[in-house]
């Protein structure tokens, strides 16, 4: 169904709102507010450097503002189902009127507020407009042009729909797979073809649903800047009202939908009869105007580029207005830190895997399977239509994962068949020792307690939860073990210090900026609301550190022995030097293997 026209037309009226759509994962709050400020510094030396050159002769005029600075003003504001409107002796259309505002002047007589009730048309039930026809004079005239006194450098006004199109949000497509092999299941006919013409529609014209704004905010902008003529800022210039005449410009009208959040439209079709509507006007100053004008053009930018999904937004603007001004500050600090610790391990985790010549006392079958399991969640946020910023993100991390793969075995590519296949040997330095040992021990108990795991939350997610396919219902389970049990592929390295009674093999400054994450991840469980067992779930990391920390405390490091980055500790006896050099160097030969 095409977008529904301006006046009020036929058509499929819309009905009750689509199922919500599956939950998608979100970026972090820190990584939208910089790419919010980077569109704003890049906007502005945009304009600086690259904005159209003006002659002198252009610039020396300057338009002003026609109001002054705390002008008493009436204001009137009408409903009408049409976009022009010149009916302004319908006292139906007229639904508020206030005298004296005194124009951008912060006291208690500058905002004023109302709520009424309204009942909607046929035509507006049947994906009709409404639009809000808002008119400011100076004390004592009328905003109608047909008044004996009307003066038009005395009036401005401006017009606002009260009624917004949005596409109807698609069917959901989860279902029971145990339904259609229970003879047992409540599924009808009727609800088996309804299921067969959503899909069939679901590649068809988008279907446009009317939603009625219950807040309408009017705000006057406190702007009296002096512009060059033909030089108004780019940001600005859509908004300005100019007079022919004066060339100067009329006070601008903001209607402030920021705060407006998606949850708060009311869908309107034939069973609305009442509709409440709060109207507010006031003062609003001119940074804050041009600020929200930027945050909202961000917003787009972001996600026509696909950077943000839809209600991203609304969920970063519900942060800022149902959470505490002190405790949001802390937790954007705390975010920067978690950011910093993040990029410090990371780095440290590339150097110390591209340095490593031994995997003596390390986990080689740890790295496997944290490739898998980050595959497993590349392959999940694929199926649930993430954005691509999110899918790069996780994709270079498979790829990272992978490339450890390389450092910590031998990959070889077997010939052999009709389809070349990739070989995996274990090196010499993780196969000649104790380690391999310690490392196929300890895991085979342990995928032994993860396979049982996996099993029974796979069981339990088949019979209570909804999926789309058996495609997914495997990888929803199989992400969902990932987070809940991952930390258990973490316990074989536990093992393996514990029987080599080392840890000197350990990357441990990879390992210090990871247990600071941890800790910033215990106080945002305890500041964002999540349900009890994921919160419990945050601190299963807390714990393996600890376990980390108390093996390095117990077991005593060789101050001689070579480190991860082939450095060693000095040597007491100074005329062994030479020896000590010979020692060294057989022992880096050796790892070399």
């Known amino acids: 169904m095409e977008p529904p026209a301006a006046e009020g037309g036929g058509g499929d009226g819309g009905g009750a709102v689509g199922p919500r759509r599956q939950p998608q994962p979100q970026q972090g709050m820190g990584q939208m507010l910089t790419g919010i400020i980077r569109v704003a510094v890049f906007w502005y030396f945009a304009s600086k450097f690259f904005g159209p050159k003006r002659s002198p002769a252009e610039s020396s005029h300057q338009i002003s503002n026609l109001f002054q600075k705390g002008e008493p003003l009436d204001m009137w504001l009408y409903l009408s189902e049409h976009e022009n409107f010149s009916e302004f002796g319908d006292e139906r259309a007229l639904v508020w009127q206030e005298t004296n505002i005194p124009y951008a002047v912060w006291t208690a007589e500058s905002s004023r507020t109302l709520s009424l009730k309204y009942h909607p048309s046929e035509a507006l039930k049947n994906n009709g407009s409404l639009y809000a026809h808002t008119f400011f004079a100076r004390s004592g005239y009328l905003p109608d042009p047909k008044d004996p006194e009307y003066k038009p450098l005395a009036t401005f006004g401006r017009t606002h729909p009260v009624v917004i199109y949005l596409p109807k949000s698609k069917a959901d497509k989860k279902k029971s797979l145990l339904d259609s092999t229970d003879p047992s299941s409540d599924v009808t006919v009727s609800e088996i073809a309804e299921d ?5 529609k679901e590649h068809g014209p988008v279907e446009w649903i009317s939603y009625w704004k219950p807040n309408i905010t009017i705000n006057l902008v406190d702007d009296f800047t002096r512009y060059s003529q033909n030089a108004v800022p780019p940001n600005v210039a859509p908004y300005i009202n100019i007079e022919p005449v004066t060339g100067n410009y009329y006070p601008t009208i903001y209607f402030n939908e920021f705060w407006l959040l998606r949850d708060k ?17 006031g003062p609003i100053s001119m940074t804050k105007w041009q600020l929200f004008l930027q945050i909202d053009q961000s917003f787009q930018i972001h996600r026509s580029y696909g950077s943000m999904i839809e209600g991203e937004a609304d969920g970063l603007k519900r942060v800022f207005l149902e959470g505490n001004p002190i405790l949001l500050a802390i937790t954007m600090v705390v975010s920067v830190f978690h950011s910093l610790f993040d990029m410090l391990a990371f780095k440290n985790d590339i150097q110390f895997w591209n340095k490593n010549k031994s995997m003596e006392g390390l986990s080689a079958k740890s790295v496997v399977v944290n490739f898998i399991c980050q595959f497993i969640i590349f392959l999940y946020l694929l199926d649930n239509e993430t954005s691509w910023m999110i899918l790069s993100s996780s ?22 068949g009709r389809i070349p296949m990739l070989r995996f040997r274990d090196r010499d330095s993780y196969s000649r020792n104790k380690t391999k040992e310690y490392d196929d021990l300890a895991m085979k108990y342990l995928s032994y307690v993860l396979l049982f795991l996996a099993v029974c939350f796979a069981v339990y997610s088949l019979k209570y939860e909804r999926h789309k396919s058996w495609y997914s219902w495997i990888l929803s389970s199989l992400t969902s073990c990932v987070y809940m049990f991952g930390f258990i592929m973490m316990c074989p390295q536990l093992f393996i210090n514990y029987k080599l009674k080392s840890v000197a093999h350990l990357p441990w400054r990879q390992m210090t900026y990871k247990f600071l994450n941890t800790i910033i991840d215990d106080l945002f469980a305890f500041v964002i609301k999540m349900p009890t067992l994921h919160r419990l779930s945050v601190f299963r990391d807390d714990l393996i550190f600890l376990i980390y920390i108390y093996q390095r405390w117990i077991y005593p490091v060789d101050k001689k022995r070579v480190n991860e980055f082939g450095f ?5 006896d100074k005329p062994t030097i030479a020896g000590a050099d010979a020692s060294e160097q057989k022992e880096e030969d050796k790892k070399t293997n």
């Open 196 to 200: 067969a013409q959503v899909d069939q």
């Open 265 to 281: 439209l009311i869908p309107v079709n034939e069973t609305v009869n009442e509709l409440t509507l709060n109207l507010e006007v």
């Open 395 to 416: 994709g270079i991390g498979c790829c990272i994962e992978f490339w450890k793969i390389g450092k910590a075995m031998h990959i070889e590519i077997d010939r052999s």
């Open 568 to 572: 060693g500790g000095e040597v007491d």
